[in-house]
């Protein structure tokens, strides 16, 4: 772990401000973003280990240029005084073609000029190679002989992002990293297999590996618990979420929703509701690269906007969505520093960062006790997004049954809970007072674009469909 | 560069194998929002990933250490040679079971794929046109993403493994949408479908279909009513969740699923235990012509991997064959299934949910689950079809399996050829 700034980015620096400024005398606004992510996965599993680089490590250089109402970028991982005539060539192609058809009319950025560093450190020991295997390989044997198991994989990552912003009137730069650790265990008995799978992450390498041994005790444990768990009968129920269904929740049936880049193509529903009503009065809900520390928390994001706290919902009534540059500059609003790419040689898009229900009074055993029927939901699986017609599908891993106000032992798994986003937000009765943001997936556009992102918040006491 | 590299990696102590990846992308993509130029973009990514190979013995037994760094810029000799001692470090502490990487003959081999356009821009503009002549002013793309994709991959290694293939694709992301805006009921008034369509050429008869079919699909959304109730149903899905279907039923049986026990089924073994319906036939294939390659630099065969409904053969990578003992196929990418005997009148015989589409198909094959939120349907009830949304289906995946009904009619897509539809029996809805 290097614990700093990209020396690569830091060299290319000269060049990069020269052409911005080249590019700016040609259009009307021009800017570049440089990325150089670098990180290690450590893997193991009972017939494999592997140590590499991350595959989600990239460097490179998009250009962009607002110029006559139209955005355009080009993008390149060689970039040197001799390429320079190549890159200009290539974004005047592109500026240039005799495109067919109307063009949207967007205006120029305003920005606020702005030079600054920031930097985010890893907390704590950064540990060996050998010893993180060690630890892996370790866990693995001990976790391979307990009884049921079919394989155990557990695996630990390290990613350190440096970004470098120039535009004419904004030069930024950034420099943070985040670790995070995982376990996935299949169990078999007989002709039955299950599997239970957790995760950690946290701006801190030994705290992630540390953390290990416990998480994967306990998913070895529930993964046993699993081998009775039976499918759900399809139905209408009372449901407690635990902390990622939560973050699932206010994810996929709030969080897309209020993408204000769907606003600009007329795909949300959310604009109707704005100053209304859309949740229990027990609810409100933020989002923002500075509204917490964990995986999505950056300084300035991939349109050089700075990090905001943006709330959303506040005390059940809709407030404010979240946008970047090129489609704030279409609605005439200010972004929210919510322009992200997958990588560098992506678009930006409006995405979430760090996504939560603020958490409540209630008491967890409170929340059960009060349910005469219905499931404990747990352990974050998969959902999707219907931002124009606010359809919700969230998948989670099981759920603990719940009669007359205490667990009954049995279990549900898969729980693939749907309905409308509404109802389901409407209908939450109770929250409680405790608070968990969990990083350990990432979120899609669609079915694209693929972001880290992290999201959750307190147990939620609602009404959905299973099913 | 790969010269480079190869001289870095000879010049450094205990690499005992190598192999070097170079893919190039080049992207040009246009972006259209409410049926206006919104973005342009052209992308030109060349990245070198490198693997080396330690042989190791500890307590006796052969082992093979191995890691992956990434060389995504040009950088010194003095600095490749130390990302290489990184990987050395790094590798011995990787201690897998030893076997031996692919070999090749030392030629250079380069299997090509035809450019599908010698003017990216101009065809962009072409495909985004012939989805835009189509609207209409309640029925239109809101937003629309053209994508075209040209990759070149060149994989070295240090046992003679020599070859390059490329491939062209055309992506396109729609979102059809109709607005059917009635000030006096503020509920359900535009609603929006989401479709993604590959294409392996321009074929512009063909994307104006799909964009005439696609409009249509999302005015019967518009159309749909509830469902006239909950209860058991027999289900047709088609396309896309056929295929996520086919691809998670073989999942487990690559060389991988087997050695980590992923799964425990063994070749003979029944996977779909038929009683009264038709038994599938699902196997892998090479995407395209020029894919000739898998990762590893294996030369790929094609396999049958359910056959009849039963575990036929197990597929898989270099290093998972080779300790199974036997041949790898290489990682396949295509998925081909055997069409069914059921002919269209008799697929939509008798009442049935058609889904059009849905939030995305759950399967769990552990938990045997199917089920999903559906967008739009139609249902049909022995005498009329309608338009249907707002509900969900669910059931028992390996029990249904006993008695499905697999098409005649064939559905293809550049990674996909096989049956259109599948018809699952007594589904539960809600």
């Given at each position: 772990?290097?614990?700093?700034?990209s020396s690569y980015l830091a060299k290319k620096e000269p060049l990069l401000q020269a052409l911005v400024e080249r590019l700016n005398a040609k259009?009307?606004?021009a800017?570049v973003l440089g990325t150089d992510?670098?990180?290690?996965?450590?893997?193991?599993?009972?017939?494999?280990?592997?140590?590499?680089?991350?595959?989600?490590?990239?460097s490179g250089f998009v250009f962009?240029v607002?110029?006559?109402?139209?955005?355009?970028e080009y993008a390149t991982n060689e970039i040197s005084p001799a390429k320079v005539g190549e890159i200009e060539a290539a974004i005047a192609e592109l500026?240039?073609?005799?495109?067919?058809?109307?063009?949207?009319?967007?205006?120029?950025?305003?920005?606020?000029?702005?030079?600054?560093?920031?930097?985010?450190?890893?907390?704590?020991?950064?540990?060996?190679?050998?010893?993180?295997?060690?630890?892996?390989?370790?866990?693995?044997?001990?976790?391979?002989?307990?009884?049921?198991?079919?394989?155990?994989?557990?695996?630990?990552?390290?990613?350190?992002?440096?970004?470098l912003?120039i535009?004419?009137?904004?030069?930024?730069?950034?420099?943070?990293?985040?670790?995070?650790?995982?376990?996935?265990?299949?169990?078999?008995?007989?002709?039955?297999?299950?599997?239970?799978?957790?995760?950690?992450?946290?701006?801190?390498?030994?705290?992630?590996?540390?953390?290990?041994?416990?998480?994967?005790?306990?998913?070895?444990?529930?993964?046993?618990?699993?081998?009775?768990?039976?499918?759900?009968?399809?139905?209408?129920?009372?449901?407690?979420?635990?902390?990622?269904?939560?973050?699932?929740?206010?994810?996929?049936?709030?969080?897309?929703?209020?993408?204000?880049?769907?606003?600009?193509?007329?795909?949300?529903?959310?604009?109707?509701?704005?100053?209304?009503?859309?949740?229990?009065?027990?609810?409100?809900?933020?989002?923002?690269?500075?509204?917490?520390?964990?995986?999505?928390?950056?300084?300035?994001?991939?349109?050089?906007?700075?990090?905001?706290?943006?709330?959303?919902?506040?005390?059940?009534?809709?407030?404010?969505?979240?946008?970047?540059?090129?489609?704030?500059?279409?609605?005439?609003?200010?972004?929210?520093?919510?322009?992200?790419?997958?990588?560098f040689s992506?678009?930006?898009?409006?995405?979430?960062?760090?996504?939560?229900?603020?958490?409540?009074?209630?008491?967890?055993?409170?929340?059960?006790?009060?349910?005469?029927?219905?499931?404990?939901?747990?352990?974050?699986?998969?959902?999707?997004?219907?931002?124009?017609?606010?359809?919700?599908?969230?998948?989670?891993?099981?759920?603990?049954?719940?009669?007359?106000?205490?667990?009954?032992?049995?279990?549900?798994?898969?729980?693939?809970?749907?309905?409308?986003?509404?109802?389901?937000?409407?209908?939450?009765?109770?929250?409680?007072?405790?608070?968990?943001?969990?990083?350990?997936?990432?979120?899609?556009?669609?079915?694209?674009?693929?972001?880290?992102?992290?999201?959750?918040?307190?147990?939620?006491?609602?009404?959905?469909?299973?099913? | 560069m790969i010269k480079r590299i190869?001289?870095?990696?000879?010049?450094?102590?205990?690499?005992?194998?190598?192999?070097?990846?170079v893919?190039e992308d080049d992207?040009?993509?246009?972006?259209?929002?409410?049926?206006?130029?919104?973005?342009?973009?052209h992308t030109k990514v060349i990245s070198y990933?490198?693997?080396?190979?330690?042989?190791?013995?500890?307590?006796?037994?052969?082992?093979?250490?191995?890691?992956?760094?990434?060389v995504p810029y040009v950088v010194s000799k003095k600095a490749l040679?130390?990302?290489?001692?990184?990987?050395?470090?790094?590798?011995?502490?990787?201690?897998?079971?030893?076997?031996?990487?692919?070999?090749?003959?030392?030629?250079?081999?380069?299997?090509?794929?035809?450019?599908?356009?010698?003017?990216?821009?101009?065809?962009?503009?072409?495909?985004?046109?012939?989805?835009?002549?189509?609207?209409?002013?309640?029925?239109?793309?809101?937003?629309?993403?053209?994508?075209?994709?040209?990759?070149?991959?060149?994989?070295?290694?240090?046992?003679?493994?020599?070859?390059?293939?490329?491939?062209?694709?055309?992506?396109?992301?729609?979102?059809?949408?109709?607005?059917?805006?009635?000030?006096?009921?503020?509920?359900?008034?535009?609603?929006?479908?989401?479709?993604?369509?590959?294409?392996?050429?321009?074929?512009?008869?063909?994307?104006?279909?799909?964009?005439?079919?696609?409009?249509?699909?999302?005015?019967?959304?518009?159309?749909?009513?509830?469902?006239?109730?909950?209860?058991?149903?027999?289900?047709?899905?088609?396309?896309?969740?056929?295929?996520?279907?086919?691809?998670?039923?073989?999942?487990?049986?690559?060389?991988?699923?087997?050695?980590?026990?992923?799964?425990?089924?063994?070749?003979?073994?029944?996977?779909?235990?038929?009683?009264?319906?038709?038994?599938?036939?699902?196997?892998?294939?090479?995407?395209?012509?020029?894919?000739?390659?898998?990762?590893?630099?294996?030369?790929?065969?094609?396999?049958?991997?359910?056959?009849?409904?039963?575990?036929?053969?197990?597929?898989?990578?270099?290093?998972?064959?080779?300790?199974?003992?036997?041949?790898?196929?290489?990682?396949?990418?295509?998925?081909?299934?055997?069409?069914?005997?059921?002919?269209?009148?008799?697929?939509?015989?008798?009442?049935?949910?058609?889904?059009?589409?849905?939030?995305?198909?759950?399967?769990?094959?552990?938990?045997?689950?199917?089920?999903?939120?559906?967008?739009?349907?139609?249902?049909?009830?022995?005498?009329?079809?309608?338009?249907?949304?707002?509900?969900?289906?669910?059931?028992?995946?390996?029990?249904?399996?006993?008695?499905?009904?697999?098409?005649?009619?064939?559905?293809?897509?550049?990674?996909?050829?096989?049956?259109?539809?599948?018809?699952?029996?007594?589904?539960?809805?809600?």
């Amino acid at each position: 772990m290097k614990n700093k700034f990209s020396s690569y980015l830091a060299k290319k620096e000269p060049l990069l401000q020269a052409l911005v400024e080249r590019l700016n005398a040609k259009y009307e606004y021009a800017s570049v973003l440089g990325t150089d992510v670098h990180g290690k996965n450590y893997a193991a599993n009972r017939s494999s280990t592997s140590v590499g680089d991350n595959p989600e490590m990239e460097s490179g250089f998009v250009f962009r240029v607002y110029h006559k109402g139209v955005s355009y970028e080009y993008a390149t991982n060689e970039i040197s005084p001799a390429k320079v005539g190549e890159i200009e060539a290539a974004i005047a192609e592109l500026v240039s073609h005799p495109y067919l058809g109307k063009q949207v009319k967007m205006g120029l950025p305003k920005e606020e000029p702005l030079t600054k560093s920031y930097e985010r450190k890893n907390v704590g020991q950064v540990y060996s190679t050998e010893k993180i295997v060690g630890i892996l390989t370790d866990l693995v044997k001990k976790t391979v002989v307990e009884k049921n198991v079919a394989n155990v994989s557990v695996m630990v990552s390290v990613q350190e992002i440096s970004k470098l912003f120039i535009s004419a009137k904004r030069h930024l730069k950034q420099y943070y990293n985040y670790s995070a650790s995982g376990v996935y265990v299949i169990v078999r008995e007989g002709e039955v297999t299950r599997y239970a799978y957790d995760g950690l992450d946290q701006n801190s390498l030994s705290a992630v590996v540390k953390g290990l041994p416990k998480l994967t005790k306990g998913t070895y444990k529930l993964a046993i618990e699993l081998l009775k768990a039976e499918l759900p009968k399809p139905g209408k129920y009372t449901i407690i979420t635990d902390p990622s269904i939560t973050g699932l929740i206010v994810h996929e049936a709030f969080g897309h929703g209020v993408e204000m880049d769907q606003f600009v193509k007329d795909r949300a529903l959310a604009p109707e509701y704005m100053n209304k009503q859309v949740a229990s009065p027990l609810i409100s809900m933020h989002d923002g690269a500075d509204a917490a520390n964990s995986v999505a928390s950056y300084f300035f994001d991939d349109d050089g906007v700075s990090a905001q706290d943006t709330l959303i919902i506040d005390k059940g009534i809709l407030k404010a969505g979240i946008i970047d540059r090129t489609s704030a500059l279409q609605l005439g609003v200010k972004p929210t520093g919510n322009g992200r790419r997958q990588e560098f040689s992506h678009k930006t898009y409006t995405r979430m960062t760090n996504t939560y229900f603020e958490s409540g009074t209630s008491k967890l055993d409170d929340m059960i006790k009060s349910v005469d029927y219905g499931y404990y939901i747990a352990k974050t699986n998969n959902g999707m997004e219907d931002p124009k017609n606010w359809g919700i599908q969230c998948a989670a891993l099981y759920g603990r049954e719940i009669k007359n106000g205490k667990f009954t032992g049995k279990m549900i798994s898969p729980v693939v809970m749907s309905g409308f986003v509404l109802d389901l937000l409407k209908s939450i009765s109770m929250i409680s007072g405790d608070f968990h943001l969990s990083g350990a997936g990432h979120c899609g556009k669609g079915y694209k674009e693929w972001v880290r992102v992290s999201d959750g918040g307190p147990s939620l006491k609602a009404e959905v469909k299973i099913g | 560069m790969i010269k480079r590299i190869i001289a870095a990696l000879q010049s450094v102590a205990g690499v005992d194998d190598y192999q070097i990846t170079v893919t190039e992308d080049d992207r040009h993509e246009l972006y259209f929002v409410l049926g206006k130029r919104e973005t342009a973009r052209h992308t030109k990514v060349i990245s070198y990933s490198v693997t080396i190979f330690k042989k190791m013995t500890k307590d006796g037994k052969e082992l093979l250490g191995s890691s992956t760094f990434i060389v995504p810029y040009v950088v010194s000799k003095k600095a490749l040679e130390k990302k290489i001692e990184e990987a050395l470090y790094s590798a011995s502490f990787v201690n897998n079971k030893a076997y031996t990487i692919p070999t090749g003959d030392g030629k250079h081999h380069v299997f090509h794929t035809p450019e599908i356009t010698a003017d990216p821009l101009k065809t962009l503009d072409e495909v985004g046109n012939a989805f835009e002549s189509v609207v209409l002013p309640k029925k239109k793309f809101n937003a629309l993403e053209i994508f075209l994709i040209s990759t070149k991959v060149h994989i070295v290694n240090s046992k003679g493994v020599d070859y390059t293939k490329n491939n062209a694709v055309l992506e396109v992301e729609a979102i059809p949408s109709f607005d059917g805006h009635n000030p006096a009921d503020p509920t359900n008034q535009k609603v929006e479908l989401y479709k993604y369509f590959r294409y392996r050429k321009i074929d512009l008869a063909l994307i104006h279909a799909d964009a005439v079919h696609a409009l249509e699909e999302v005015e019967a959304r518009f159309n749909a009513t509830k469902l006239p109730s909950k209860g058991i149903y027999d289900v047709v899905i088609k396309d896309e969740e056929v295929i996520t279907l086919c691809k998670d039923l073989i999942d487990n049986l690559s060389y991988a699923g087997v050695y980590n026990h992923a799964t425990d089924k063994k070749i003979g073994d029944v996977l779909q235990k038929v009683t009264d319906g038709e038994k599938l036939t699902i196997g892998l294939d090479r995407r395209y012509a020029a894919d000739k390659f898998d990762g590893d630099g294996v030369l790929l065969t094609p396999v049958t991997v359910i056959k009849d409904g039963v575990v036929h053969a197990n597929y898989g990578n270099n290093r998972f064959a080779q300790y199974l003992g036997v041949t790898p196929t290489g990682n396949l990418g295509g998925l081909k299934v055997a069409l069914g005997k059921t002919a269209k009148e008799e697929m939509f015989k008798g009442p049935h949910l058609e889904i059009i589409s849905l939030s995305g198909i759950q399967i769990d094959i552990y938990s045997s689950y199917i089920g999903g939120e559906v967008r739009l349907a139609y249902y049909y009830d022995g005498t009329k079809k309608i338009p249907v949304s707002g509900f969900s289906f669910s059931g028992n995946l390996f029990k249904t399996l006993e008695n499905i009904k697999i098409s005649q009619e064939e559905f293809t897509t550049p990674t996909y050829v096989g049956p259109k539809f599948i018809k699952l029996l007594n589904m539960d809805v809600l």
